[in-house]
């Protein structure tokens, strides 16, 4: 089947999905987005993705933009029409492009703008996830050179992703991005843990120097739930490499396992423990969204 993207009222071929060439979201990355998880057939946590995507788009004073019981109908329709099962939803709510009345590109806020909205989505194999979670991963650092606002979940990733490539370059999935002060603040697209040798799980706390990410909140609730320790602080590189594990969360993989950090092994170079219990959990509370959990555990990696 052909795949369907939704472009400001329109569902349409992927193929030939687009915006405006004058789009800001194109000319000034004047956007903020979501990515959501889709379990057996249905959106995982939509509500606190929601909710995180509304405080950006009032950081970013964007107005006017469809609310939520509409853009819950518009993906829901996305998820019909691919006849998703297991992937990823994408939602993309922008300033939109000025009217043609008023075309001079100019940085400052245009009057006559209709707020733009784009949903795509797609598939994806949770047995590379699974795979992932079950070998564990290197980690490269590097100096955090983002914008000093990136609790809003802006579409302005270009830091991120040079830091991404430079992480894949140097051998490792991942890049862990370290301020000034030699504390990690988080991943290119994930946040960042450890366990210390206590076996307290540590996270940095939240601020606007790293994303409040949904995966994240959730896996706080589940540790304290399981009555694991959890302390909000921030730690250095060093502190993370001496750590007895280190993982990082996000929406696209849950919990994985670090096992080296600069080429440094995490403890004996082997998922933890602690991780692998949250690994677990999570799963559990992905698959909770669908019809037939069980099943869906099993696609998750059981």
């Not at 939109?96 to 006559?112: E, T, V, Y």
């Not at 699974?130 to 830091?159: C, E, F, H, N, Y």
């Not at 990082?248 to 991780?275: H, Q």
Request: charged share 20%; net charge positive; hydrophobic share 45%.
């Amino acid at each position: 089947m052909s795949r369907v993207a939704y472009v400001n009222g329109c569902y349409l071929p992927y193929a030939h999905a687009a915006v405006h060439v004058d789009d800001r979201a194109v000319q000034f990355a004047d956007a903020a987005y979501e990515v959501i998880a889709v379990i057996g057939g249905r959106i995982a946590d939509l509500d606190p993705h929601l909710d995180r995507l509304d405080r950006s788009l009032s950081e970013l004073r964007i107005a006017g933009h469809p609310r939520r019981a509409a853009l819950t109908v518009i993906a829901n329709q996305m998820l019909r029409r691919n006849r998703l099962q297991y992937g990823l939803l994408y939602i993309q709510v922008g300033r939109g492009a000025p009217s043609l009345r008023h075309s001079p590109r100019d940085s400052a806020f245009p009057k006559d703008v209709r707020p733009s909205v784009i949903m795509t989505c797609r598939p994806l194999d949770f047995s590379r996830v699974a795979a992932r979670a079950a070998s564990g991963v290197a980690v490269a650092t590097m100096p955090d050179q983002r914008w000093a606002r990136v609790d809003i979940k802006a579409v302005s990733l270009l830091p991120n992703a040079l830091a991404k490539q430079a992480a894949r370059e140097a051998g490792a999935f991942e890049a862990w991005m370290v301020d000034r002060e030699g504390k990690v603040t988080e991943g290119a697209s994930t946040n960042a843990w450890i366990v210390d040798a206590g076996g307290t799980i540590v996270t940095r706390p939240l601020s606007s120097n790293i994303l409040a990410g949904i995966t994240r909140q959730v896996v706080i609730a589940q540790a304290r739930g399981a009555g694991l320790k959890v302390a909000e602080r921030a730690f250095t590189v060093a502190e993370a490499q001496a750590a007895k594990e280190a993982f990082f969360t996000s929406t696209t993989g849950g919990p994985i396992p670090v096992v080296t950090i600069d080429g440094k092994p995490v403890a004996n170079g082997a998922p933890g423990a602690v991780t692998d219990k949250l690994v677990g959990l999570y799963r559990r509370h992905l698959a909770s969204f669908a019809a037939d959990p069980e099943a869906a555990l099993q696609v998750l990696g059981g």
